[in-house]
């Protein structure tokens, strides 16, 4: 069965400081690839989707960065967090041509 | 963006009534989706329902789409205090690159009073 693992759970920061978010998929090949992120008591938002090893696409314009280096593994990277980085980071998956979403536990950014 | 605007944002009702939300979208669609969210936790996919259905169940969920009106509305019968959660209605297009997202709506925080 396929599984998605996504770290750290939770992170506080200091402003300016740099980010990594990890995700990593198991039990399936050649997904689609997703980063949301979600503000307190808000819908979510695309931020990068992948369709393979360094395709990356950024919906909106950001202070963040994504890399798929391997299949399976998609990267939410910051050089310097600014305080409206903070938020509830989603990775997701699916395989193409299918419909369903499958989601990570999510990441809780909290930049200080 | 948000393609998708859930309504009502919160909706409190007694455990055994029915709860209804709708959803409604600006742009045409392959399929729409209905995922839960539990407070702090990772979205669950719930139902999916293509752009040439009218309606569709799963147990005591039931969704209707209505592409003239593109509007969507979750159903669920008999509720239960498990049952509180937000819930979010997402819609599949195109993008400029060809390829699959889901774009979702603000979601309705419902809570099911014991």
């Known amino acids: 069965s396929q599984t998605i693992h996504q770290w750290p759970a939770t992170l506080v920061q200091p402003v300016g400081s740099p980010l990594s978010l990890e995700c990593t998929v198991e039990?399936?090949?050649?997904?689609?690839l997703y980063w949301y992120r979600q503000a307190a008591g808000r819908g979510l938002q695309l931020l990068f989707y992948s369709v393979g090893i360094g395709q990356i696409s950024s919906e909106v314009p950001q202070n963040l960065s994504a890399s798929r280096p391997q299949d399976r593994q998609f990267i939410l990277s910051s050089k310097k967090l600014l305080l409206s980085d903070s938020g509830f980071y989603l990775c997701?998956?699916?395989?193409?041509?299918?419909?369903?979403?499958?989601f990570g536990e999510g990441s809780r950014l909290t930049v200080l | 963006s948000q393609q998708g605007e859930e309504d009502p944002q919160a909706l409190s009702i007694q455990e055994g009534e029915n709860a209804t939300m709708n959803c409604s979208y600006k742009t045409s669609i392959n399929n729409l989706q209905w995922y839960r969210q539990n407070s702090g936790r990772g979205l669950v996919h719930l139902i999916l329902?293509?752009?040439?259905?009218r309606e569709k169940h799963s147990g005591r969920l039931r969704v209707t789409l209505d592409t003239s009106k593109k509007s969507s509305s979750l159903l669920i019968t008999a509720s239960r205090a498990a049952d509180t959660a937000s819930y979010f209605c997402a819609t599949e297009g195109i993008s400029n690159f060809g390829n699959e997202k889901l774009t979702f709506g603000t979601g309705t925080r419902l809570t099911i009073i014991p």
């Open positions: 329902i293509r752009s040439n259905e």
């Open positions: 039990g399936t090949s050649n997904p689609n």
């Open positions: 997701a998956w699916k395989q193409r041509g299918t419909g369903e979403l499958f």
